[in-house]
C-alpha cells in the first residue's frame, strides 16, 4: 500500500506489465508474455520454500479473493501459479506443445522446450501428476495489477486506469496478426484501441468497462480455451480514494463503481470466456471492487481456509530456512521477533504464520528490520496517534482484552468514513472500529478471539510492536521532553557502560528524574517503554549511545554502546494488581538478567562482544505509578545489587 506521496511515481515503479510500444501499422513484434517474472527469480534461491502446493488447492476454487499483510508472499504466489497454468509460447508468438504420455495420461518427465517446466522440476506439485496433466500450461491468461492506479480524482483515475488496462493487453502483441480477425464478431480495430500506445489514450469510461472482458474474449477465441485472470492489487484504487483528501464522495462512487463493472464484467458474467481467477489485496477493502461478482470467494488472513499455510511461512519452514543459512540457534530470538501471526486451517490444524518477507532479510543482513510493509502511510501515522484511537492501542499493546466490530463486507458508506477520519480527522465509534481494523488487516494485530462480528485483538510480535512505538514516538515526542534532559539521560547511560559502578547506577536514575520533571510523566508503562524506545531510534546517531536493541514483548532490551551493559525495562504485571516498588525490585532480581537473555538467544551475542564477564551488567528498570507518585526500581547484578528510587508528585 503506498503513500498518498509516490501517486504519480507509483506507475513508472510497476515493471511488470511493461506495454509494447508499437502501431496499428506496425509489423515487428516484440517478445510474447514481456512479463517480468518474480517466480523466475526466486524459485531456485537458497532461502526459497516450496508452496507449489498452493496450485493444487486454487483449483478446487472457480474465483478467489486472497488478502494478507504486505511482504506475505501474496506476488510471489500469484506470479508463480501463472507460471504454472499459462500457455507457453516460442518466439514467434506459437504455443508450446507438451510431450505427453496418453496411456497414463500424464506429461512426460523431460520437456525440451518449456522453460516454464524446469521451474517446476522437483517441486512438490511435481508429484501431482493428475494436476500437472490437466492444468500445466494449459489456459491463456490475463494479468492485470492495479496498483498503479493512485490519483487525485476521478479524471486522472481514468488516465491510470487505461494504462492499466492497455498494459494488460500489451502482453499479447501475438494476436495482432491471430488468424481470428477473419472470423464473425471479432473485430482487431476495437483490440487495437486498447493495444496501441497512442490511441489507448481516448478509451472512454464505457470502453474501460469492458476492456478486460474484450480481451478475454479475444484470448479465448485465439486458443480456443477459457482464461485464467490474475488480478493484483485489487484494493489499491479504494485505498486511493480514501487516502485522498481532495476526493469529492461522488468521485469516490463513480471510482468503485467503475472498478466493480470491471471486475463484474469480467468474472461474474463471463463464464463463457473466463475459467477462473486469483485475486490479490493487502485487506479486504478488495471486497469492495470484486462485490459486484458475488461469486468470488474471500479468504482472508489469519481465517480458517485452506491458504492460510501458503502466505507466511510456518514454524517448521523457519527452523528448515535457519539451519539453511547457518544460524539454527537463533531460532528463540526470531521466534519473539517475528512469530505471532495465529490461525486455523480448514482441517482444524493451528498453526503459527511468519512474515516471510522479514525472516528472508534476518538471514540475508543478519539484523532485524520491522516486518510491516515498505512503509505506513502517513496517514496511517496520523490515525494511530489520534486521541480517540491511541488509548486503544495503547490497552492493546499493554495485553488488555480489546473487542472491536468486524466489517465483513465493506461498502462504499464505511469508505467515505474512513476517508472522514484519516483526511479530515473526524473519528466517531464505529470509525473507530473501521480504523483498528484497519491497522488490522494491514499486520499490526492479530485475533485471539473472534465470532461472526467481532475481533479480539493481540500485537503478534516484537518486530510490530517496535513499529507501533517508533510511530507513537514520532507523533508524541515534539516538546514533550527538553533536548538537554534526553541528552543527560543518553549520556548517562553511556557513562554507565564505561564505569560499571553505582554511582553511574545512581547517575542514571537522577537523569531519569529529570527527563520526567521537564515533560509530563508517562501515564503507564506502555507510554513509558514507548518514550524510551523512540528515544533510542531517534538520537543513536547523535550521542552514539546504543548499538543493539531488541524489544521483546512486554520488555525492551538495550545492548550499550561499550558492550558492557545490558538494559532491560520490565513491564510484565497481573491485570488485577499493581506492584509496588519492593515486588518489582524482587521480581527484578529474581530473574536474573543471564536466564532472561539466554531465552532472548543473545548469549551468543554477549559472548561476542564481552569477553569478561565479570564487566556485565543488567541493569532493570520498573516504573510503576501509585497514590500520586511516579517510582522507578533499578537494580543491576554486578557483583552486588542495589536498588535506587526515585518518586515524584504526579
Known amino acids: 500500500m503506498a503513500s498518498p506521496t509516490a501517486k504519480r511515481s507509483k506507475m513508472t515503479d510497476h515493471k511488470i506489465n511493461e506495454p509494447v510500444k508499437t502501431s496499428s501499422n506496425t509489423k515487428k513484434f516484440g517478445k510474447p508474455n514481456p512479463t517480468y517474472s518474480v517466480y523466475d527469480h526466486h524459485y531456485n534461491k537458497p532461502f526459497y520454500v516450496d508452496k507449489t502446493l498452493l496450485i493444487k488447492e486454487l483449483f478446487e476454487i472457480k474465483h478467489v479473493l486472497i488478502t494478507a499483510p504486505s511482504r506475505f508472499g501474496k506476488t510471489l504466489n500469484m506470479d508463480m501459479v501463472r507460471r504454472f497454468v499459462e500457455i507457453e509460447l516460442d518466439e514467434d508468438g506459437k504455443p508450446i506443445e507438451l510431450d505427453v504420455d496418453e496411456d497414463k495420461r500424464c506429461l512426460k518427465e523431460i520437456q525440451p522446450r518449456s522453460k516454464n517446466f524446469k521451474l517446476f522440476q522437483g517441486k512438490k506439485i511435481f508429484k501431482e501428476k493428475k494436476i500437472m496433466y490437466e492444468h500445466f500450461g494449459k489456459y491463456p491468461t490475463i494479468y492485470v495489477d492495479f496498483g498503479g492506479v493512485q490519483a487525485n480524482d476521478f479524471e486522472e483515475i481514468l488516465d491510470d486506469l487505461r494504462k492499466v488496462i492497455h498494459r494488460a493487453f500489451g502482453q499479447h502483441d501475438y494476436l495482432q496478426e491471430s488468424t481470428l480477425w477473419s472470423r464473425p464478431g471479432f473485430n482487431k480495430e476495437t483490440f487495437m484501441k486498447y493495444f496501441d500506445y497512442i490511441e489507448y489514450e481516448s478509451l472512454s469510461e464505457d470502453e474501460l468497462k469492458y476492456g478486460l472482458q474484450i480481451l478475454s474474449k479475444v484470448l479465448h477465441g485465439h486458443y480456443g480455451r477459457k482464461v485464467f485472470v490474475f488480478i493484483e492489487e485489487l484494493d489499491v484504487p479504494v485505498s486511493t480514494i480514501i487516502y485522498e483528501n481532495e476526493m469529492t464522495p461522488e468521485d469516490r462512487r463513480k471510482t468503485i463503481e467503475l472498478f466493480q463493472s470491471i471486475t463484474g464484467n469480467l468474472l461474474k458474467d463471463n463464464d463463457e470466456f473466463v475459467e477462473r481467477s486469483l485475486s490479490n489485496a493487502c485487506h479486504q477493502l478488495g471486497n469492495v471492487l470484486s462485490g459486484s461478482p458475488n461469486n468470488v470467494e474471500h479468504c482472508g488472513f489469519m481465517q480458517a481456509h485452506i491458504f492460510s499455510k501458503f502466505y507466511g511461512f510456518e514454524e517448521a519452514e523457519v527452523k528448515y530456512m535457519l539451519e539453511t543459512g547457518g544460524r539454527v540457534?537463533?531460532?528463540?530470538?526470531?521466534?519473539?521477533?517475528?512469530?505471532?501471526?495465529?490461525?486455523?486451517?480448514?482441517?482444524?490444524?493451528?498453526?503459527?504464520?511468519?512474515?516471510?518477507?522479514?525472516?528472508?532479510?534476518?538471514?540475508?543482513?543478519?539484523?532485524?528490520?520491522?516486518?510491516?510493509?515498505?512503509?505506513?502511510?502517513?496517514?496511517?501515522?496520523?490515525?494511530?496517534?489520534?486521541?480517540?484511537?491511541?488509548?486503544?492501542?495503547?490497552?492493546?499493546?499493554?495485553?488488555?482484552?480489546?473487542?472491536?466490530?468486524?466489517?465483513?463486507?465493506?461498502?462504499?458508506?464505511?469508505?467515505?468514513?474512513?476517508?472522514?477520519?484519516?483526511?479530515?480527522?473526524?473519528?466517531?465509534?464505529?470509525?473507530?472500529?473501521?480504523?483498528?481494523?484497519?491497522?488490522?488487516?494491514?499486520?499490526?494485530?492479530?485475533?485471539?478471539?473472534?465470532?461472526?462480528?467481532?475481533?479480539?485483538?493481540?500485537?503478534?510480535?516484537?518486530?510490530?510492536?517496535?513499529?507501533?512505538?517508533?510511530?507513537?514516538?514520532?507523533?508524541?515526542?515534539?516538546?514533550?521532553?527538553?533536548?538537554?534532559?534526553?541528552?543527560?539521560?543518553?549520556?548517562?547511560?553511556?557513562?554507565?557502560?564505561?564505569?560499571?559502578?553505582?554511582?553511574?547506577?545512581?547517575?542514571?536514575?537522577?537523569?531519569?528524574?529529570?527527563?520526567?520533571?521537564?515533560?509530563?510523566?508517562?501515564?503507564?508503562?506502555?507510554?513509558?517503554?514507548?518514550?524510551?524506545?523512540?528515544?533510542?531510534?531517534?538520537?543513536?546517531?547523535?550521542?552514539?549511545?546504543?548499538?543493539?536493541?531488541?524489544?521483546?514483548?512486554?520488555?525492551?532490551?538495550?545492548?550499550?554502546?561499550?558492550?558492557?551493559?545490558?538494559?532491560?525495562?520490565?513491564?510484565?504485571?497481573?491485570?488485577?494488581?499493581?506492584?509496588?516498588?519492593?515486588?518489582?525490585?524482587?521480581?527484578?532480581?529474581?530473574?536474573?538478567?543471564?536466564?532472561?537473555?539466554?531465552?532472548?538467544?543473545?548469549?551468543?551475542?554477549?559472548?561476542?562482544?564481552?569477553?569478561?564477564?565479570?564487566?556485565?551488567?543488567?541493569?532493570g528498570i520498573h516504573m510503576d505509578r501509585d497514590d500520586g507518585k511516579v517510582s522507578i526500581t533499578y537494580s543491576y547484578n554486578n557483583i552486588n545489587r542495589k536498588e535506587t528510587v526515585v518518586s515524584r508528585d504526579a
Request: charge should be positive; hydrophobic fraction near 35%.
Open 329 to 619: 540457534e537463533d531460532f528463540n530470538l526470531v521466534k519473539i521477533q517475528y512469530s505471532g501471526y495465529k490461525t486455523t486451517l480448514r482441517d482444524g490444524r493451528d498453526i503459527e504464520i511468519y512474515s516471510p518477507w522479514a525472516i528472508v532479510q534476518y538471514l540475508i543482513n543478519k539484523y532485524f528490520s520491522t516486518d510491516m510493509s515498505a512503509g505506513v502511510p502517513y496517514e496511517i501515522i496520523k490515525g494511530i496517534g489520534h486521541f480517540k484511537i491511541r488509548p486503544i492501542i495503547s490497552d492493546i499493546m499493554s495485553g488488555k482484552s480489546v473487542t472491536i466490530k468486524y466489517v465483513k463486507k465493506f461498502e462504499i458508506k464505511h469508505i467515505n468514513m474512513l476517508s472522514r477520519m484519516l483526511c479530515k480527522r473526524k473519528v466517531n465509534g464505529e470509525g473507530v472500529d473501521l480504523f483498528i481494523q484497519f491497522l488490522y488487516e494491514m499486520g499490526f494485530f492479530y485475533p485471539i478471539a473472534s465470532s461472526n462480528n467481532s475481533l479480539t485483538l493481540a500485537v503478534p510480535n516484537a518486530g510490530v510492536y517496535s513499529k507501533i512505538n517508533e510511530i507513537l514516538f514520532n507523533v508524541d515526542l515534539k516538546n514533550k521532553y527538553s533536548r538537554k534532559t534526553i541528552k543527560q539521560f543518553t549520556k548517562s547511560l553511556d557513562n554507565l557502560g564505561q564505569s560499571c559502578d553505582n554511582e553511574g547506577v545512581r547517575a542514571l536514575a537522577k537523569s531519569i528524574d529529570a527527563l520526567f520533571k521537564s515533560g509530563e510523566p508517562p501515564r503507564n508503562e506502555f507510554e513509558f517503554q514507548s518514550q524510551l524506545h523512540g528515544m533510542y531510534r531517534k538520537f543513536p546517531y547523535e550521542y552514539d549511545v546504543c548499538t543493539n536493541y531488541i524489544s521483546t514483548s512486554g520488555d525492551l532490551l538495550l545492548v550499550m554502546k561499550h558492550h558492557r551493559v545490558g538494559c532491560i525495562f520490565v513491564f510484565k504485571f497481573p491485570e488485577d494488581k499493581r506492584m509496588t516498588s519492593n515486588e518489582a525490585h524482587t521480581q527484578i532480581i529474581e530473574n536474573k538478567y543471564y536466564t532472561l537473555l539466554e531465552e532472548a538467544s543473545l548469549k551468543t551475542l554477549f559472548r561476542q562482544i564481552t569477553p569478561t564477564v565479570e564487566k556485565r551488567i543488567y541493569f
